[in-house]
């Protein structure tokens, strides 16, 4: 495969990575704030919502290896471009009911549908960037990069075009503007999804390599503070991404300057394969999880600590340029220490604790800001939680027998 094949090929995988986080999980910031106001919801509710698409997550996580070992080749294909379909379908769910226990349900089932879709593509992106002559044309950190970053155009999208259908509340058709919101949503999931399932058809994916002789089965034992590290940021990050939009709002910002924040954000993500390819090529044990979980630490108290547009702004830049890359952080660590054969159940295990930390972030986060100390107070627990995970990611060394 040449250079310009496997960047193409990136890209599509990206989508993937904008319609399972950019579109399905991150759009409801934005749409929280109206959805909350009409619904009469309290903040333990608005993160319960995220709770159970967390769940969702964690169960399409937990099924995802049994489907790859049953589908064999090309199953990381069918989860990719199926899982986005479906996603695209309950998508479109959530712009037709007013509902909460419906809402709920459509919520875990949209997690699902994500974790099919982001763990497939992160198996592709790591098959792709050890592909015969692509190592030697393209860096894994920039494949990997790439496919994680695909996020960051689900996040500008949302951006772009929810503000203006929720600046607009009057029924039209009977819908709010939160609920047309989400049809919009699905038919760009749809949009999304057309181009990367022509490029997947068009991509002869080889068989995984066996493992080598005695490889066995994943043992999560060695990679113990990696884990430890990363669940920390599932439980940090998400109460950023759940309530900074309703924070901001309520310190005072007008939507359209909300709206630009939230874009910066998705832009920095965009950015984030450039500014951490290096890292992420060269970071075999736990330096990469810890540098990048301290910047989000950062990031997520600056709004704390500081209300200002300014403040904002520089938070959402930097919180957008590192986030994905923590992600991409623990793909490359099972790429480097693991055999290809692994590499499947490595990613999920991770994925997994992942998913738990997000299950316990949002309604953490939420139950703290229904206190007196308010979003505040939910949002400076996420910094410490992503501090500490930067402490304890530091502990994390590469694997003695490590294959590369």
Do not use: K
């Not at 790859?68 to 379909?85: D, T």
């Amino acid at each position: 495969m040449t250079a310009p094949q496997a960047i193409r090929t990136a890209l599509a995988l990206a989508l993937g990575a904008a319609v399972s986080l950019g579109l399905s999980r991150f759009s409801y910031a934005l749409l929280l704030p109206p959805m909350r106001l009409e619904l009469g919801w309290s903040y333990f509710t608005a993160g319960a919502m995220n709770t159970l698409n967390a769940a969702g997550y964690l169960i399409g996580a937990l099924a995802m290896p049994a489907w790859l070992r049953w589908r064999g080749a090309r199953a990381a294909q069918e989860a990719l471009v199926g899982g986005s379909l479906c996603a695209a379908g309950v998508l479109a769910l959530h712009g037709l009911t007013a509902s909460d226990a419906v809402l709920a349900l459509l919520r875990l089932a949209a997690g699902v549908a994500s974790a099919a879709v982001f763990v497939s593509g992160g198996l592709l992106a790591a098959r792709l960037s050890a592909a015969p002559g692509v190592e030697a044309r393209v860096s894994s950190g920039l494949v990997l990069g790439l496919y994680y970053g695909g996020t960051g155009m689900g996040i500008v999208a949302c951006a772009l075009v929810l503000p203006p259908l929720l600046e607009h509340p009057a029924r039209s058709g009977g819908l709010v503007g939160w609920q047309l919101g989400w049809l919009v949503l699905a038919a760009l999931a749809v949009a999304a999804t057309v181009p990367m399932a022509l490029r997947m058809r068009a991509w002869e994916l080889p068989a995984p390599a066996p493992g080598a002789p005695g490889a066995g089965r994943f043992r999560p034992g060695p990679f113990a503070a990696g884990l430890a590290g990363y669940a920390c940021f599932g439980l940090g990050y998400i109460g950023y991404m759940t309530f900074i939009v309703t924070l901001l709002r309520e310190q005072g910002l007008a939507s359209g300057t909300v709206a630009a924040f939230y874009a910066l954000l998705g832009a920095g993500v965009m950015a984030s394969p450039w500014l951490w390819a290096r890292l992420l090529q060269r970071a075999r044990g736990g330096g990469a999880l810890a540098t990048l979980n301290g910047l989000l630490a950062l990031a997520t108290a600056l709004p704390v600590l500081v209300v200002h547009p300014v403040a904002a702004f520089i938070s959402g830049a930097l919180f957008g340029g590192v986030f994905l890359s923590v992600v991409a952080s623990t793909t490359a660590m099972v790429r480097h220490n693991l055999d290809a054969a692994l590499w499947p159940s490595g990613i999920s295990a991770f994925t997994i604790v992942f998913a738990a930390g997000q299950i316990v972030g949002p309604s953490l986060v939420g139950g703290l800001a229904d206190g007196a100390g308010g979003l505040r107070a939910g949002l400076a627990a996420s910094a410490a939680l992503l501090a500490l995970g930067a402490l304890i990611a530091w502990l994390q060394r590469p694997l003695a027998h490590s294959p590369r």
